[in-house]
């Protein structure tokens, strides 16, 4: 039998509930933000993540779904959101409307990963990016809509690991700094440490092997290294997220596993959903636009998985569970009564009452079977009897002891039974 391929999966019916329910959590939010959705494409030219998320990212090294088109081109499925976002910034000429340009997406992506508890190759996102604002207002900004939709959720402990990573000038300073303390020990990391040596030493900081970890865990924190304007927009951050309430914890181990955030980066971890724990990741990436071809336009976003934020609300016991009931459910008995409901039914749809009848022609009782597996409110009994008589008993399903006898020619007059 043929499955899905690995580290897919279906959405079913029955979880799609929690799906959505996030998805309009966060879109009100954003909207209440004043960030509009954008929708981007499932590919981009394979340059685009090259020169955005950086070459010596494992995105970019490892994980990318690339291949030649028919026309030769080579093409790659979106592995993450904002280098497609940027690019359409760029194209569409968006650096001459007013600033700030906030936007808000929810995205599958695509990342050839080691499939474990929470790591897919097909997942999905929900994100921001705000274009246009250089000041720590900004980053305030998006935090504070990440911390508001946790909180909109229910989600209890929620702490954001916060850090700054500085701008081009501090990260010279820094690699070099780094250069000289790993040189004694470089042939001992692993070959992509080897590389990331020469080409971007920040990024052996994020390796995930375990030997490189212990051999750089004392090494020189860049947020040692900030120059006063990056140290400023730090501070000015910490303070602005301290005036709000939002609680944070200052990790200089956060460095961020694509190359180009500049200054403010940020995660919100959890034990609950898989190995590498991170829910959400983000931060400022001032110089992103001008790599993919736009003028330098200071910027900063968020993404959330959506499947790891899911698994956080089961594990906190807070997952949104369905609870809409079907207000009536009509048996029916022979064609007749059939061809009623089926009138009824769209009738009282139109009025916005949810109601179902059978579809199956199937027994009284297992008509009767069902409606009790469908959780409704009430429910009708149709017969040749009951349309003689224009007379029919509804029942209330949660007290069967309750019933109302009603008029089947004139609905309106039980509408508000239905409603209530
Ligand atoms: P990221 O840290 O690569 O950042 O991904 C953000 C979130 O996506 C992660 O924290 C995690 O919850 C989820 N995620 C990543 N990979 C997988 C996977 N294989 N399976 C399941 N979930 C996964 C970005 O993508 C940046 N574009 C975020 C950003 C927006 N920075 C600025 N603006």
Redesign the pocket.
Known sequence: MEQSPR?TRDILPGEIYAWQYIEKVFADLCHKYGFAEIRIPTFEHTSIYERG?GDTSD?VKK?MYTFNDKGGRSITLR?????G?VRSFIEHGMSSLPYPLKFYYMLN?F?Y?RVAK????E???L???AFGSASPNMDIEIIALLYDFFQALGLKNIKLKLNSIGNAACRKIYDDVLRSSLQNMVTSLCSDCQERFAKNPLRILDCKIQNCQKQTENLPRLLEYLDDECKAHHEAVCKGLDDLGIEYEIDPDIV???D??TKTVF??TSEN??T?G????????DSLVHDLGGEMTP???????????LMELEAQGILPQNSVTIDLYIATMGNEASAFARKLVHNLRQKNIYCEYDLCERSLKAQMKYADKLNCRYCIVIGEQELIQNKAVLKDMSDKTKSFTVDLRDSDSWFDLLVS
């Open positions: 580290g998320v995105i994980e592995p993450e959101g904002t280098a976002v992506l990342r990963e929470g790591r897919y190759r997942f999905h996102q994100g921001v990016e961020r596993g694509l180009y955030y995660e919100f959903v898989g590498q991170t829910i959400c990741g983000g931060g400022r990436y910027a900063v976003g968020f993404a959330i998985g959506q499947e790891r934020l």
